[in-house]
């Protein structure tokens, strides 16, 4: 299997999501390994090619038409004075188009006409020299014509028929018939290919103005559809522009609120620190978030309002399991940083339903915030890893116990966020 993942250089996301953590570093490193020597083997046979590869022979030779000065003959298409323009040439195409059709049908006429007249003729011929069928018969001859009438007749019969077709045919003058068909396909011809050039200029004509009214109209679509744009736009930028004016205005009634009120979380992120300063005094500290859990005393592991950056600079150089609690600027809520090996995660503890979990979907719900901190100190923060909240991260200042007084409880917040 591991042979054939080689090979392929493809791993089967079922297969990969039934390895646990260490067989996936070291599936990983195995490829890894395998596209290096590949790459090895590559860049070992591209040294080894020479730089330019030899060409072939080629009897071939492309030969320069020179003009008086000794350079290549050049030719730009109008600006020679017998050069025609683009109008002209579309012209001249178009005509030698219906010409050619007008031949292909003259042809077609001629040759239906020549074969009408044949038939035509041939009718005539039998008509006027084919002797009619005589009413008596043999045997009446017999009695009224002589010996010497029947063999005379006799004789004459082969030529009834064939000397009077060779006089007719003699009469015909085939050099004027010629000359008269001749001139006849001519100028049939010239009127078809008049008629369908006039066809194809009106239908190019009525193709043009079809695309132009396309056109207009095209263009009053797009100015209207721009128009609307921006009207929409303009709607935007009002909107935008209310709900800025409705934000100042609910952060200036904010910071004119007394402490004692409620703070109302409404939005899906706190929009400013302050905000989440006076969450936490509204909602969190009366819940004692922050607290040991049966003392009057803010707890060891929780930092206040702090950045990530200042997190990660605190467990710097602390131990593997060292972990604090802050403030998140990204949710109602906390952020847990823990140090793992080599690096620190930070997990998102949501507080705005009433209860305490992490960010996600078939999340443990706890009731305090020192209840999930004490639940996690034996149970793993994932499935897969191993983050046990072993060892609290300390603040550098000491605050003195607390009551529970809410105006003192606010002084020692804001001493935490200093």
Excluded at 135 to 152: M, R
Excluded at 371 to 396: A, F, Q, S
Excluded at 403 to 418: E, M, R
Aim: net charge neutral.
């Amino acid at each position: 299997m591991l042979q054939q993942i080689l090979k392929d250089m493809y791993v089967d996301p079922e297969l990969l999501a039934e390895l646990d953590e260490t067989q996936k570093q070291t599936l990983f490193c195995r490829m890894r390994e395998e596209q290096v020597r590949r790459w090895s083997i590559w860049d070992h046979n591209e040294s080894i090619k020479p730089a330019y590869p030899k060409r072939q022979k080629n009897n071939k030779k492309v030969q320069w038409m020179l003009d008086a000065n000794g350079n290549p003959w050049t030719w730009i298409m109008g600006e020679h004075k017998d050069d025609k323009t683009i109008e002209q040439i579309i012209e001249e195409e178009a005509r030698e188009a219906a010409r050619l059709q007008a031949e292909h049908e003259t042809e077609q006429l001629r040759l239906k006409v020549e074969s009408e007249l044949m038939a035509m003729l041939e009718n005539k011929a039998k008509t006027q020299f084919n002797p009619p069928e005589t009413k008596y018969s043999h045997a009446t001859e017999e009695i009224y014509c002589s010996v010497e009438d029947l063999n005379t007749r006799n004789a004459r019969k082969p030529c009834v028929a064939t000397q009077p077709i060779r006089g007719a045919l003699k009469e015909l003058s085939f050099n004027k018939v010629s000359e008269r068909v001749r001139n006849w396909e001519q100028r049939v011809m010239e009127e078809r290919t008049s008629e369908i050039y006039n066809k194809m200029k009106n239908k190019k004509e009525e193709e043009e103005r079809q695309a132009e009214e396309a056109d207009k109209k095209q263009e009053i679509v797009w100015r209207e559809q721009k128009q609307k744009a921006k009207e929409v736009e303009l709607q935007i930028r009002q909107i935008a522009r209310q709900a800025r004016e409705e934000h100042r205005k609910s952060l200036l009634s904010t910071t004119e609120k007394p402490s004692n009120v409620m703070f109302v979380s409404n939005s899906s992120k706190p929009p400013s620190k302050k905000a989440v300063v006076e969450w936490f005094r509204a909602k969190e500290i009366p819940r004692r978030a922050g607290f040991e859990k049966d003392k009057n005393a803010i707890a060891t592991w929780f930092h206040g309002l702090i950045t990530r950056q200042e997190a990660e600079i605190l467990l710097n150089n602390e131990p593997v399991g060292s972990f604090l609690v802050r403030l998140s600027e990204r949710i109602w809520g906390y952020a847990i940083t823990y140090k793992d090996h080599g690096c620190c995660k930070h997990y998102l503890v949501d507080a705005s339903n009433g209860h305490y979990q992490f960010l996600g979907t078939n999340q443990i719900s706890h009731n305090t915030l020192s209840e999930l901190v004490n639940y996690h100190r034996k149970m793993p923060i994932t499935k897969n890893g191993e983050e046990l909240l072993l060892r609290p991260c300390n603040r550098t200042t000491n605050l003195p116990p607390l009551n529970l007084k809410v105006p003192l409880l606010i002084n020692i917040f804001l001493i935490c966020i200093d």
